[in-house]
Structure formats: structure tokens, C-alpha cells
């Protein structure tokens, strides 16, 4: 029995004591009163009427007479005159009344009042006996209209206090409920905070649990922090901070070989000409902090991404990927700027005057689309980079423009074509998220478009999609889709993408949720995932978008997580079912201790919060088999088959 319940039935029986105390108390101490008064009453009565008789000639019927005078008064219930021998000389008795009284009132009450007794004289000597018994029927009919009264009373004051009560209980009831909804959240490994009730008891009880989830909070901070250290001094560059070779090639393959949108951009390659010169005029400390400026500067022209995803080649050789740009011009105007910059640093770094033609920069350009090969992207830039060393300028930039076209001619034509995609429908792909036991977790479920004819995957049409800000229509499509799938194949649970513009739309969080509400049945089977590019307005819509869906069954989980893992601290209490680690922590990681450190580490992290961590783009089964190792809970990519 809940304790609300209890609460109430100790009001009500408190109540009931009390009416019933009260009432009996009442009726004894009243019941006790009348009695003592009707005894009293008639042992005054039988001795005045006896003296009355006393004085009068002793003639039977004189003495009827005053006795008939007597008793039709009404307030009598016998007189009964005797002799000396004890026979009845005169009598008179009247029915008991009875009224509107209850036969069991009366039999519980059952006055006990003995009769009234008074000696007549005939001068000195005794003539006879009076016997007198008042009335009393009466008080029955009295202390029931005082028990109705009574019991009116104290229902109005029951009501009275059953609403007052009803306002304390829900006063109590309030913080009670945040503070069970926060039990669960803790024993589901959400370590939510609330706000601590006035109530003493609930108050102790709710700072115990805040202190829990901010202790829990602090420590998925530090260990975040710690890992993210361990993951810079494992792939980046000691002295310039950007990317090792190795890992940037491997998140290069990774992106290019994905249907993401940020497998669109454009890439720009610094080459830093003179650095064996530098290096002897400037010092190994001065050139290094060169090297540290331009990757800084570099590191800016990226706006959008939380860490920006620059690597060293080599010792003179900077690669940056800039997804979703598309202006190249406007990219080498920037680009010639930050230059700029890293050359009048250059002048500040040293006592002496350094001559222009000194630090050379040459830079090349070149977009990139999904599933372009490196190999090929790489050659571009570095022919575009040997013409731009042949300048005699000390940063002379060249951008060589992508060879394959777009599917429309301009913007009209490309919101006409998706405006006309996303009224007809999406087509969902199909790819499967396995366990340690080739269990299917989940399916991917990446939705296609039909543009120019052809069904085109996300990275084609996804930086149009945001542009125009369709996101949301686009989601509320797709999920459309997978009620229509789920009605046909309702076993299988899908895991659907929802962008951080959607989420952070309250329309669309409305439209979603009253969907859902229509198809329980189908809002079980649906795995909602998210980017991980979470900024902290994005953080708290997804706390809401969670809070919102999880009574409906739904599931939520994060995608392509690589650098972004040290916002788990954040998401302590959000409620994530699991968590998809980037394909660039994933690739070759069979082979790479380093790799095996950190996936470990998150994995280790993740499950302390309850939370499932799934390996993305994995194309061989040695890393498969290397990430059940490392304690990962699911993969998925080319090289995963059911």
C-alpha cells in the first residue's frame, strides 16, 4: 500500500475516533445527567403529592381525584398509591412513548431510573405507600435530535478537514513524486537533480540523492577528462596539437566512405615551405611556436565543428577538412587572411627582423563529395600545392574546383526537388547493429531521397536539407516511413536520425510526440538517434525531447562520437539507451593499441551509467572481433552481416 494511502485511511480513521469518541462520550455523560435528574424529579414529586395527601381526609375517591389531577399533566409514567398490606388502593399508568426514535437507539440508551417512593400519613399513624415514576421517554427523543446534531456536525468538520487535509496530503504528495521519480532515474543510472522539498524528512532524502548525482556528475568529468587527454596524447601532434598522419588519414577514409553530411566540403592543404630554414635561422622554439600559430589559425576557419579536424601530414605538410563548405573562393580570401596573421606572428616570435620571402605558406583547395577516393583527393592538392610553391608570393593559394556536378542547376530548382521528395515519401536503407552473439540489436535506418530520378543517399542532399531548413519536415517523414515498415515487419527495432535542428524545434517535438501517441505499438520499436555535435541549447532540447518520448517506450542514442565524448558528463541524466562511437576511433583499431585504450576507456565509462556502446563503420572482422574485446556491446558497418 502506497503511502498517500496510508496517510489518508490514518486521516479518515482519525476522523471516525474522533466522531465516534466525541458522540459517546455525548450520549453517556447526557444519558448519566437524565438520569440523575428524572431520579431526583421523582422522589420530589412522589414526596410533595404524598403530603398533599397527607393533609386531605383520607376518602378514596378525594384521593383519585387528586391523583387523576395529577397525572393527566402528561409528564408521568405511573403513580401507583398503596396501602399498608401493599394492595394497590389507586393507579394510574400511561403508555411509553416512543416518537421517532430508532428501537435500537432506545435499547442502547435504556435509561435505569428508580421509581420514586413517599410514606402518606392519616395523622400518626401510616396510611399508605405512593409510588412515582416520571416520563422520562421523552429524553430518548432528545438525545437523538442531539446525536443528529451531533453527527452533522462533525461531517461538516470531516469535510471541512478532508479538504484541508486534501491540500496538505498534495502538498506532500508533490515533493514525495520528484523525489520517487528521482529514485528511478538513479536506479536506472539517470543521476537527475531536483529541487529539495520544504518537507524535513523528503528534504534529507533529496539532498542525499543531489550530492549522489553531482558526485557522479563530477567524476564522469574528470575520467571524460582524463580519457580525452590519454586520446590527444595518443593521436595528436606534440608540438602543433593537430592530428597524427595515421589518425587523420583513418578519419579522412572513414568520412569519405560514409553517406554523413559532413561527407561534403572542401579541403585545404598549408605547406609551410621554408621550415628547414626556419628551423636553422629561427631555433627548434621558435619554429614551433610558428607551426602552433598556423595550425591555430587554421583551426578558426572551421566554425561549425567542436573540434576541428586538421592534421600534420608530415613536418611542413597541414591538411584541414572543412564539411559543408562550398565556397572555395570565399574559403581562400580566409584562408589568404589567417596567413596573413601567421606571418606577422612570425615577425613577433624573433629579435630580428625576418625577411617575407622567409616564411613561405603555399595553399591549395579542393572540394570533396561522399565516396570520392583519398588517393585521388590527395593527388589534386598536391598538384594544385606544387603550382602554388612555383608563385614567387609567399602565400599564394590555389583552388581547384570539383569535377562532378550538381544535381540542379541552383536553389529554386534544389528546394522544388526536395520539397517534392519529402511530400512523396523517403526510402529507408537497412543496416544491422549486432551483439557479441550476432544477436540484431537494431537496424540502421538512413533515409534515401528520390531526386533527379534516383534514389540519393544523406550526403547528397542533407547540406541542401539544412540550408533550407527542412530538417524537421524531413524527420517527421522518415518516421512516418518506419510506422509504414513496422506494420509490415513489426519485430525488428529501428534506429532513426534525428537532426539537432529538429530537436531543438518545439513544433516538431509536439508533431512527433502526437504521432507516437497514435502507434504505441510502433513508438516501441523506434531507437532515436542524435549527432553528437551537441551544443549546451542542444543538450537541454534533447533533455526534453527524452522526458517527452520515454513514457512511450522509445529509445535514444547518440551518433558518430568521437572527440564530443567529453559532453557524457552533460548527458548524465538524459536518459541514453546507447552510444555510437565514430568510425575514426573504429577503423584499424585491431591493430592499434592506442585505439584499443581509448574505446576501452569510453566503453568502461559508458556502462558505469548504464549505457550501451556501439562501434559504427567497422569493415573487417578482426575488428570486430577486437572491439568485443574491448568490451563494446554492438557494431555495425559494411563489414557486419546478420
Not at 275 to 298: K, M, S
Request: overall charge negative.
Amino acid at each position: 500500500m502506497s503511502l498517500i494511502k496510508q496517510l489518508w485511511l490514518a486521516i479518515i480513521a482519525l476522523l471516525l475516533l474522533s466522531f465516534v469518541g466525541s458522540l459517546a462520550i455525548s450520549i453517556a455523560s447526557s444519558r448519566d445527567y437524565i438520569e440523575q435528574e428524572v431520579r431526583i424529579k421523582n422522589e420530589d414529586n412522589a414526596t410533595a403529592l404524598a403530603l398533599s395527601m397527607s393533609q386531605l381526609d383520607k376518602d378514596i375517591v378525594i384521593l383519585e381525584l387528586l391523583v387523576a389531577a395529577q397525572f393527566d399533566t402528561g409528564y408521568y409514567r405511573s403513580i401507583i398509591l398503596r396501602d399498608t398490606a401493599n394492595n394497590v388502593l389507586i393507579g394510574r399508568s400511561a403508555s411509553e412513548y416512543s416518537g421517532d426514535v430508532p428501537a435500537w437507539f432506545r435499547s442502547l440508551i435504556q435509561f435505569n431510573v428508580p421509581t420514586g417512593t413517599a410514606t402518606v400519613q392519616d395523622g400518626w399513624r401510616q396510611f399508605g405507600t405512593l409510588e412515582l415514576e416520571s416520563q422520562h421517554s421523552f429524553a430518548y427523543a432528545s438525545l437523538w435530535r442531539s446525536m443528529l446534531e451531533l453527527a452533522g456536525w462533525f461531517l461538516l468538520a470531516g469535510a471541512i478537514s478532508l479538504a484541508i487535509a486534501t491540500v496538505l496530503v498534495r502538498g506532500i504528495k508533490h515533493p514525495l513524486v520528484r523525489v520517487v521519480a528521482q529514485a528511478k532515474d538513479i536506479s536506472a543510472r539517470r543521476f537527475t537533480t531536483i529541487k529539495e522539498p520544504r518537507t524535513l524528512e523528503l528534504r534529507e532524502v533529496a539532498q542525499a540523492m543531489n550530492i549522489l548525482s553531482a558526485n557522479v556528475h563530477h567524476m564522469l568529468s574528470q575520467e571524460s577528462q582524463k580519457l580525452d587527454e590519454l586520446r590527444r596524447d595518443l593521436q595528436h601532434d606534440r608540438v602543433t596539437g593537430a592530428l597524427n598522419r595515421d589518425v587523420f588519414m583513418g578519419r579522412l577514409a572513414s568520412l569519405l566512405g560514409s553517406d554523413d553530411v559532413r561527407a561534403t566540403g572542401l579541403m585545404l592543404m598549408v605547406r609551410v615551405q621554408t621550415l628547414e630554414q626556419l628551423n636553422e635561422q629561427l631555433g627548434h622554439q621558435a619554429t614551433d611556436n610558428l607551426l602552433r600559430a598556423l595550425v591555430q589559425q587554421l583551426s578558426q576557419l572551421d566554425g561549425s565543428s567542436e573540434e576541428a579536424l586538421i592534421g600534420r601530414l608530415n613536418g611542413s605538410d597541414f591538411l584541414l577538412l572543412l564539411p559543408l563548405q562550398e565556397s572555395a573562393n570565399k574559403l581562400a580570401s580566409l584562408v589568404r587572411h589567417a596567413l596573413e596573421q601567421v606571418f606577422e606572428q612570425a615577425l613577433k616570435i624573433v629579435a630580428v627582423d625576418t625577411p617575407r620571402e622567409m616564411v613561405r605558406m603555399p595553399a591549395a583547395i579542393v572540394a570533396y563529395t561522399p565516396h570520392d577516393e583519398r588517393g585521388t583527393l590527395l593527388a589534386t592538392l598536391d598538384d594544385a600545392l606544387a603550382e602554388a610553391e612555383s608563385d614567387s608570393a609567399h602565400n599564394r593559394i590555389v583552388v581547384r574546383e570539383g569535377q562532378q556536378g550538381s544535381l540542379f542547376n541552383n536553389h529554386v530548382e534544389w528546394r522544388t526537388a526536395l520539397n517534392k521528395a519529402i511530400s512523396q515519401g523517403p526510402q529507408l536503407a537497412y543496416f544491422p547493429v549486432i551483439d557479441a552473439h550476432n544477436n540484431v540489436l537494431h537496424y540502421e535506418c538512413p533515409a534515401r531521397l528520390k531526386l533527379a530520378n534516383e534514389w540519393q543517399t544523406a550526403g547528397v542532399f542533407i547540406p541542401w536539407v539544412s540550408r533550407f531548413n527542412l530538417e524537421p519536415a524531413l524527420d517527421i517523414a522518415v518516421v512516418k516511413k518506419s510506422f509504414a515498415q513496422l506494420a509490415i515487419d513489426p519485430e525488428h527495432k529501428m534506429g532513426i536520425n534525428l537532426s539537432i535542428a529538429s530537436i531543438t524545434n518545439a513544433q516538431f517535438v509536439t508533431e512527433l510526440r502526437a504521432l507516437l501517441e497514435k502507434q504505441p505499438q510502433h513508438a516501441k520499436q523506434l531507437c532515436f538517434e542524435v549527432p553528437a555535435v551537441l551544443n549546451a541549447h542542444a543538450i537541454g532540447s534533447l533533455r526534453g525531447l527524452c522526458t517527452a518520448l520515454r513514457p512511450l517506450g522509445c529509445q535514444f542514442g547518440i551518433e558518430h562520437v568521437g572527440a564530443e565524448f567529453t559532453k557524457l558528463a552533460d548527458l548524465h541524466d538524459v536518459g541514453l539507451t546507447y552510444l555510437k562511437v565514430d568510425s575514426s576511433l573504429i577503423r584499424g583499431i585491431h591493430t592499434s593499441n592506442e585505439q584499443q585504450t581509448i574505446v576501452r576507456g569510453m566503453a568502461t565509462l559508458c556502462h558505469s551509467l548504464g549505457i550501451q556502446v556501439i562501434a559504427e563503420g567497422v569493415v573487417e572482422q578482426a575488428e570486430l572481433d577486437s572491439l568485443f574485446r574491448a568490451g563494446l556491446d554492438g557494431a555495425t558497418g559494411p563489414g557486419v552481416r546478420v
